[in-house]
């Protein structure tokens, strides 16, 4: 079963515009994780927020956390053609890491 | 480059072969993962080490067989190949540490069971 649910599946949208992306999940966590995977490759951690976090900010990233509604957020602002990937959020009940299926991110120039 | 290596990269099995899946980490790190990946599935825990010398099954351990060597190496094998096990493997490790660290991911291993 999986713990993180993304919404949505798939996102396109125009080079500069900003892309949000949401992650749901069932149990309560210690923290929050989101990575990015280009096609073909590995995954790269990209942010994590803790438990007792409401919003962090790592460059063009802005991740909100709201455990009272089991949610988060990814943000992208002034996205750029190299955005384009499938973005995960992850969970760590019982300490190792629960994947969501993913939101497909399409970036166009 | 400190990371996470996976080997082979390709492999073409036919049902009932077996085959070991390699990984190896040169960060120090403890805890060791293998997950697969199938197309709108996202990720999947195949098996977890939180530490040298111990194993844990995770979400989906059926049809494998994980090996901890030591602290660097953490093998996944299939003793008799399905296609259902056609797949992308990835392995990743993490420092300890509570709450669970970002985890550094191999490149994965895309596996086809004819």
């Known amino acids: ?109 | 480059n400190a990371g996470v290596t996976q080997t082979p990269k390709f492999q073409v099995l036919k049902t009932g072969q077996s085959m070991t899946l390699q990984c190896a980490q040169d960060m120090n790190h403890n805890s060791m993962y293998w997950y697969r990946q199938d197309p709108g599935m996202g990720l999947r825990l195949i098996y977890y080490s939180a530490s040298e010398g111990t194993t844990d099954k995770g979400e989906v351990p059926n049809g494998y067989n994980v090996s901890r060597l030591n602290k660097r190496e953490f093998s996944l094998r299939l003793e008799s190949a399905a296609p259902s096990q056609t797949s992308v493997y990835f392995c990743a490790s993490s420092a300890p540490g509570r709450p669970a660290p970002g985890y550094t991911f191999g490149s994965g291993t895309r596996l086809t069971v004819v």
């Open chain 1, 1 to 109: 079963s999986q713990q993180g649910e993304e919404d949505p599946q798939a996102l396109s949208i125009q080079e500069g515009e900003n892309a949000t992306m949401n992650c749901s999940y069932k149990t309560s966590i210690n923290n929050l994780q989101w990575y990015r995977q280009n096609s073909g490759r590995g995954l790269v951690h990209l942010i994590l927020i803790r438990s007792n976090e409401r919003e962090k900010h790592s460059g063009r990233l802005r991740v909100t956390l709201d455990t009272s509604k089991k949610s988060s957020s990814l943000l992208i602002t002034a996205s750029r053609a190299a955005d384009t990937a499938s973005y995960f959020c992850a969970t760590d009940p019982g300490g190792k890491l629960i994947f969501g299926q993913g939101t497909e991110l399409s970036v166009k120039p």
